[in-house]
């Protein structure tokens, strides 16, 4: 086809070609559009499920009174005991668990370049994230409950922190890499050691979203069940000593979920409402922290 052939065709086809990626672009969103309704849709209808199985159950004596035996009187109690466990149990965890994964995020982010520890430290972490969770309750069971010779707390806090480790320090490393260099080379310009950098640009400028990745981390352990199973045991007691027996809501609700009695399968129900919106309102309070914090950082920048 001659040159002028070919330039008017294209100038003939240009009104089509623009049609065509209008269509394309607007039936694209659309399925876009159309998946989010439909996820959000079966996300409300769960919620509305668990709601309407568990809210009517919900009343001052699951949170004020602990387990009681079936056939004694004021059956089944509540789950004030489990509830106070599992708070106790991700302090315990994120004690360690956090700072342990966020020396090892800054590793892999600002040192590992030039080490040969890097690339298998970040390996291992990528399979450890992946690895289930029976495997560490089996594991934590076989190191920490054998040796001590009972199911205790702490044993169950170093499983909900093994578990933490790798999420908190691939999250780490992944935002702090994400913090142009060039903060970085500014503040080692201006004098200040790589580790006030870090510690005073780098984390800052990541603060955020490393705050959201602990968070994920953080709800992920407080959901967890195989693992307290094989470490912390299940207690119907109210204990703080971390020594013992530990209960957790998480194995309260699975002993009375599988149990034969009614009133303890709807006390169940009421724990799992309890348990969404406790995690609903921890990351949501940390949200609205880290946004009060970005906020505070600019207004002063």
């Known amino acids: 086809m001659p040159a002028t052939g070919r330039i008017k065709y294209q100038r003939n086809s240009r009104p089509l070609y623009q049609a065509y990626l209008r269509v394309s672009n607007r039936a694209f969103m659309s399925l876009c559009v159309l998946f989010t309704v439909v996820i959000l849709g079966v996300l409300a209808l769960v919620m509305l499920y668990l709601l309407s199985k568990g809210f009517s159950h919900i009343s001052l004596d699951f949170f004020t009174q602990v387990e009681i035996a079936e056939g004694m009187e004021g059956s089944p109690g509540g789950m004030a005991h489990a509830l106070v466990g599992t708070g106790i149990l991700i302090a315990l965890a994120s004690a360690v668990g956090i700072p342990l994964g966020m020396l090892a995020g800054i590793y892999l982010s600002e040192y590992s370049s030039n080490s040969w520890l890097g690339a298998p430290t970040r390996f291992i972490a990528d399979v450890l994230s992946g690895v289930p969770s029976i495997v560490v309750g089996i594991l934590g069971y076989e190191l920490l409950v054998v040796p001590t010779g009972n199911a205790n707390g702490f044993a169950g806090a170093m499983a909900l922190a093994f578990i933490m480790i790798p999420i908190v320090a691939r999250t780490t490393e992944e935002m702090l890499r994400l913090v142009p260099g060039s903060y970085r080379e500014a503040s080692i310009a201006l004098g200040a050691t790589k580790a006030r950098t870090i510690l005073k640009v780098v984390l800052p400028a990541a603060s955020g979203s490393v705050i959201t990745g602990i968070m994920l981390a953080v709800a992920r352990v407080a959901g967890e069940t195989a693992p307290l199973l094989f470490t912390a045991g299940a207690s119907r ?65």
């Not at 609700?253 to 009133?263: E, H, N, S």
């Open 237 to 301: 007691l109210m204990t703080l000593d971390p020594r013992e027996p530990f209960p957790s809501l998480t194995v309260a609700v699975f002993q009375f979920a599988t149990g034969p009695f009614r009133d303890q399968q709807e006390l169940a129900w009421a724990g799992i409402v309890i348990l969404i919106v406790l995690i609903f309102i921890i990351n949501l309070t940390i949200r609205f922290a880290v946004h009060r914090l970005q906020a505070k950082r600019f207004a002063t920048a």
